[in-house]
């Protein structure tokens, strides 16, 4: 069973920067295709960004281009993901989802298609 344990979450004011973290616990971690989603109050869980198993593609919805950014460390079995000029309309619960399919830009954003998730960690914006 592959754990995601996510970390790093917290209050931050607008333009601010916050880096939040996804610890795996698989000796497996480099087969996975990673992903991090989101889910504000009332709202249903969105796609944020996604990178592949060899870190070479990455992918993000559009709210969040040139803001965030989507990393692995094989060694640390872990996934970060680097947030900047945050805005309030980025208060959510970020979630970390992983998978041993290998996606595209065409299936990347699709929460369906991961198997593992963590328990999410809250991030808050404030204006």
Partial sequence: QVQLVESGGGLV????????????STRTFPTY?????????????EFVAAISQSGT???????????FAISRD????????????????DTAV????????ILNHDNAADSSQYRYW???TPVT???
């Fill in 13 to 24: 004011q607008a333009g601010g920067s916050l880096r939040v973290s996804c610890a795996v």
């Fill in 33 to 45: 295709f990673m992903g991090w989603f989101r889910q504000a109050p009332g709202l249903e869980r």
């Fill in 57 to 67: 593609s990455t992918y993000y919805r559009d709210s969040v281009k040139g803001r």
């Fill in 74 to 89: 094989s060694a640390k079995k872990s996934v970060y993901l680097q947030m900047n000029s945050l805005k309030p309309e």
């Fill in 94 to 101: 970020y979630y970390c989802a992983a998978t041993p399919r």
């Fill in 118 to 120: 963590g328990q999410g």
């Fill in 125 to 127: 914006v404030s204006s």
